[in-house]
């Protein structure tokens, strides 16, 4: 299919806690097609060949009545560069096969949205902005983000976002970096402005 017939493909992310599932839903509501990696290895993790995989590496404890446990696996490769490199291994490839297959429906679809963004966390880290049209990085201040996070859990932000580059360097690394740190209705409005520059 010729590149111009495509729809505009966009990578969102930022950092934990900034608001990208946020994000997400807002550009859904204003013409989007969206999906989350994070949604899309969950799914994966379902698989009975996957699971196995995962288990034979990290140890059946990871596997709690027949599903794998995320948090048991996030402590498990948390500490071990090894084990996480190989896990990544795993996941990603997988991922972007999912991906891939999703932008082809996407672009197959008659009634085509404004765009097709993925959710991906660690966009840059894993070196996969050329994959995209064009990036956006969501920021929000320190305060708010450990806020949000601890709401879902997450109480130690930066121990959590350690290996994730700063919120600097992606927003430097991003083509739009948008802060989130006013009223949803606020984002809504910046992602409005930059969607409307998308088929440009």
């Not at 994966?44 to 027949?66: C, D, K, M, S, Y």
């Not at 976002?161 to 970096?177: C, H, V």
Request: charged share 25%; no cysteine; proline share 3%.
């Amino acid at each position: 299919m010729p590149a111009q017939t495509r729809v505009p493909f966009i990578g969102l992310t930022g950092g934990l806690g900034a608001g990208k599932s946020t994000a997400l839903g807002a550009l859904g509501e204003l013409g989007a097609a969206t999906l989350s990696t994070d949604e899309v290895v969950h799914e994966l993790l379902t698989e009975a060949e996957l699971r196995e995989q995962i288990a034979g590496r990290l140890g059946a404890e990871v596997v709690h009545e027949g599903a794998v446990d995320r948090a048991a696996v996030a402590a498990k490769v948390f500490d071990s560069a090894a084990d996480r490199e190989w896990l990544e291994g795993v996941l990603w490839p997988r991922v972007g096969q999912r991906v891939a297959a999703w932008r082809g429906q996407i672009d197959a679809l008659a009634d085509r949205p404004l765009a097709a963004v993925v959710e991906v966390p660690l966009l840059f880290e894993a070196g996969m902005e050329d994959a995209f049209d064009r990036t956006i990085a969501i920021l929000a201040d320190e305060s708010a983000r450990a806020r949000r996070a601890g709401t879902r859990g997450h109480t130690e932000v930066e121990g959590r976002s350690g290996r994730q580059l700063t919120q600097e360097q992606k927003a430097q690394r991003a083509d739009f970096a948008i802060r989130n740190d006013g009223t949803p209705g606020e984002l809504k409005s910046e992602l409005a402005r930059v969607l409307a520059t998308m088929g440009a």
